[in-house]
């Protein structure tokens, strides 16, 4: 069983940078990150395929960055110029099918963390 572990999350103001981490047991063929705010549905935020590929949600882009250390195993995603839309518990989470990385649904993939919060102030 894959296990995921993020953290970096915290408080933050307006404009603020953080990076989160998440360290994982294995290298799977998708990764992503995924966050949801209070009382809202999960939201796909980016996606890493093993080849390197990336997605992003088109409202975040240019704005986060997804990147994998595959030796250290480890899952970053680089936030800058936070807003407070941005506040949101902010999961790692994989899937075996490299294929289908960009089109599967969020709700699909198979392992997930714990979460780390998110919370940017304004």
């Known amino acids: 069983q894959v296990q995921l572990t993020e953290s970096g999350g915290g408080s933050v103001q307006v404009g603020g940078s953080l990076r989160l981490s998440c360290v994982y047991s294995?290298?799977?063929?998708?990764m992503a990150w995924v966050r949801q705010a209070p009382e809202k549905e999960r939201e796909g935020v980016a996606r890493f395929r093993t080849d390197g590929s990336t997605r992003y949600a088109d409202s975040l882009k240019g704005r986060f960055t997804i990147s994998q250390d595959n030796v250290k195993k480890i899952l970053y995603l680089q936030m800058n110029d936070l807003k407070p839309e941005d506040t949101a518990v902010y999961y790692c989470?994989?899937?075996?099918?490299?294929?289908?990385?960009?089109?599967?649904?969020?709700?699909?993939?198979?392992?997930w963390g714990q979460g780390a919060q998110v919370t940017v102030s304004s």
């Open positions: 294995y290298n799977a063929g998708c």
């Open positions: 989470t994989s899937s075996p099918l490299w294929s289908t990385c960009f089109s599967d649904p969020v709700a699909s993939f198979e392992y």
